[in-house]
T-cell receptor, first 118, second 115 residues
Framework: DAGVIQSPRHEVTEMGQEVTLRCKPI?????LFWYRQTMMRGLELLIY????????DSGMPEDRFSAKMPNASFSTLKIQPSEPRDSAVYFC????????????????FGDGTRLSIL | AQKITQTQPGMFVQEKEAVTLDCTYD???????LFWYKQPSSGEMIFLIY??????QNATEGRYSLNFQKARKSANLVISASQLGDSAMYFC????????????FGSGTKLNVKP
């Protein structure tokens, strides 16, 4: 089975440019998560969706960041305008929901997008 | 307060020996799940093992086992017979029933396996 697919794997761009990161979750998964990983702050949850609806975006750093999930098989994370401090590895993850009392469903991560803003 | 604490930033282990990576957690929710992930230098996050708060036995997956001590709120990962390919960052994570789909991750432990 295909895992979570992210693109691009690497992105290098200049400050001020728009950056779009893409994610295809595992088919059938109803939750999708966007994380950012840096040495200083570790792994941070930015936003997550349930059935394509954003549930919690409290981790989105500021208005320059936006995320969409137009359908069950595709999500984007956009940064506009980008800044050097946005340089990080961005992960997308997906999971299945379970009923109360069942917590064993892990989050499955994509390979990440390594973003460098010059 | 930190939900997940990993106190070992880095560890070394000799190849073929066993190693324990520490994880303590903080929750007042009686229902929760604990997870370990491996992140090799290539960057991907790989799910290793899961332990539920109501599980009576410690979870095992091949060379990985989870030493679950509920009263101490610890969920240590034990890797038996270490291999060079085990060198990686290891993250402990937790989800609670109250906020089911939010995972809390620790800061990670960097494991180096020496030949």
């Amino acid at each position: 089975d295909a895992g979570v697919i992210q693109s691009p794997r690497h992105e290098v761009t200049e400050m001020g440019q728009e950056v779009t990161l893409r994610c295809k979750p595992i088919s059938g998964h109803d939750y999708l998560f966007w994380y950012r990983q840096t040495m200083m702050r570790g792994l941070e949850l930015l936003i997550y969706f349930n059935n394509n609806v954003p549930i919690d975006d409290s981790g989105m750093p500021e208005d320059r960041f936006s995320a969409k999930m137009p359908n069950a098989s595709f999500s984007t994370l956009k940064i506009q305008p980008s800044e050097p401090r946005d340089s990080a590895v961005y992960f997308c993850a997906s999971s299945l929901s379970k009923g109360a009392g069942e917590y064993g469903q892990p989050q499955h991560f994509g390979d990440g997008t390594r973003l460098s803003i010059l | 307060a930190q939900k997940i604490t990993q106190t070992q930033p880095g560890m070394f282990v000799q190849e073929k020996e066993a190693v324990t990576l520490d994880c303590t957690y903080d929750t007042s929710d009686p229902s929760y799940g604990l997870f370990w992930y491996k992140q090799p230098s290539s960057g991907e996050m790989i799910f290793l093992i899961y332990q539920g708060s109501y599980d009576q036995q410690n979870a095992t997956e091949g060379r990985y086992s989870l030493n679950f001590q509920k009263a101490r709120k610890s969920a240590n990962l034990v890797i038996s017979a270490s291999q060079l390919g085990d060198s990686a960052m290891y993250f402990c994570a937790m989800r609670e029933a109250a906020n089911f789909n939010k995972f809390y991750f620790g800061s990670g432990t960097k494991l180096n396996v020496k030949p």
